[in-house]
């Protein structure tokens, strides 16, 4: 079910950054895809502003991480989390602004830029859609044969990100390549 993307006649790899937006917490992941049932950790972490910075400082802050890990990684492709459900109107509100955020620069960045929503990911990595937190952190380890358990959650689902655009890539190239036949 998992395959990642690699280009088939000239074997490249395929470098993902992953991000899971947030304000006060933003997941980001590089994941290099190298053939079939191959993908390598090149970097993980999680984007922290302060809770206490007015709203515009936050997302500026936000906004130089985010070109700093484009040019720093130099991603083919960038997953973002797509805002799909919050019972929080504000959670939900600032998701979106650093969301907004990372598809702008990815795109700026001439990055392949998709969406994914929560349900895609975990199907993706875990096999179903309803996969609970620590479901997709143990397939996430196991995928990229880490030692320890990928934390915190949100570099965890960062990096469900990129896995999910590497096993997903080769099915939206081709539907792409069928659209324009």
Not at 98 to 121: D, F, H, K, W
Not at 155 to 172: E, K, T, Y
Request: aromatic residues 4%; charged residues 15%; contains cysteine.
């Amino acid at each position: 079910m998992f395959a990642n993307s690699v280009d088939a006649t000239s074997g490249v790899t395929t470098r993902v950054l992953g991000i899971d937006p947030g304000l006060t917490r933003c997941g980001f992941a590089v994941i290099d895809g190298r053939g079939p049932g191959s993908a390598t950790a090149v970097s993980m972490g999680v984007i922290r502003t302060p809770k206490t910075d007015p709203l515009p400082q936050r997302l500026g802050a936000l906004r130089t991480e985010f070109t700093a890990l484009i040019a720093e990684f130099q991603p083919d492709a960038v997953a973002v989390e797509q805002v799909f459900f919050q019972v929080n109107v504000r959670t939900a509100m600032s998701v979106g602004q650093a969301s907004g955020l990372a598809l702008a620069e990815a795109a700026l960045a001439g990055c392949e830029v998709i969406q994914y929503t929560p349900n895609q990911v975990k199907d993706a990595v875990a096999g179903w859609g309803g996969a609970g937190k620590e479901q997709v952190q143990k397939m996430v380890q196991a995928r990229l044969k880490l030692t320890t358990l990928p934390k915190p959650a949100d570099a965890a689902d960062a990096a469900a990100l990129a896995l999910c655009h590497l096993a997903m890539s080769p099915i939206g190239r081709s539907l792409r390549q069928a659209a324009s036949s």
